[in-house]
């Protein structure tokens, strides 16, 4: 992904842009939904690839003072996970995988393997809705209920990885008036997730990751100064379930996950694909599954020339013998649109 405008330019801006202090951003007429009353914000973090030696740079940097709730998306999968113990060396607040239906509290909580990680009136909901990106857990999700619970107390994280999972979420935190923060790309160890944030999100801050821990402090601090005086606002964020009238014209693409249809829907300059079932995919995601796609099915075709030459040798084997000419020559002609298929399958695409 091409960030599209003067990078050099954009990334030296964003270093040295101000916090925009918590509720200086309201947008004027949206429907008002408060965090709850007990939290002064939330943190969501998301990470994919390089994210384990990243979280422990990060995490270690937070105090057990830290009034906030920070929660952790790293692409994990349905395999079982190690992660919280893998990190709780590093953590001087407690740690643990999320749990459906529990109090959000102050503590690190880390969206278990195949659960999308919610936020929701004061709780944390796990869901097993859709994959997003072919992810879940996947950050979207998160930052789309941490921006409608809430608002402009939601502090958004997008670190190291692959792809562009969190771009979208993090536009949405964005829309509710929350706080990006993404990791410096040239820094990063995988850089395409926080440049693709940068180049589709209004980003705050664009830091190297050894102070990305000591600005969530300060800016959690600034909403416990504040309290309640900042009346929250929201932008409709919704469930990975969800559907709303947002959509686009249908798409003639459809779902790498379950072959459905999709629409196209616009997040600002991102584009998103949705099917009916509620899969969603960024551009850049949906183009490596249908390269994907295109490569399996030419693999898938590259099998079946190899069985039909087989079919076609034994079958001028066994005769009768009228038959053999015709066979062979099928399978003759079968072994030239294999070998044209090995050299169109060498193309790029
Ligand atoms: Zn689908």
Known sequence: MSPGRDEQTTLSSLRERPAP?????????????????ALPAVVVIGTSAGGLVALRTLLVSLPCTLAAPVCVVQHLGRQPSLL????AAHCVLPIRFAEDDTPLKPGILVAPPDHHLLLDDGHVRLSRGPRENFSRPSINPTLRSAAQSFGRRAIGVILTGRLDDGTAGLYDLKQAAGIAIVQDPEQAEYAEMPRSALEHVPVDYCLPLEQ??????RLVEQMVVRGGEDAPSSVRAESPMDHDERFDKPAALTCPDCGGATRAHRLGSLIEYR????????LEALTTAQRNALDEAGQRLLRSFGEWIGICDLRAAAGPVADQAEWSAAAANAGQLRALLIDLLDQPV
């Open 84 to 87: 919280p113990e893998l990190l």
């Open 212 to 217: 990305i821990g000591p600005l969530l402090v």
């Open 21 to 37: 202090l918590p509720g200086t951003q309201a947008s004027a007429g949206q429907p008002v939904i408060g965090p709850p009353a």
């Open 275 to 282: 099917c009916h079932i509620g899969h969603r995919f960024s």
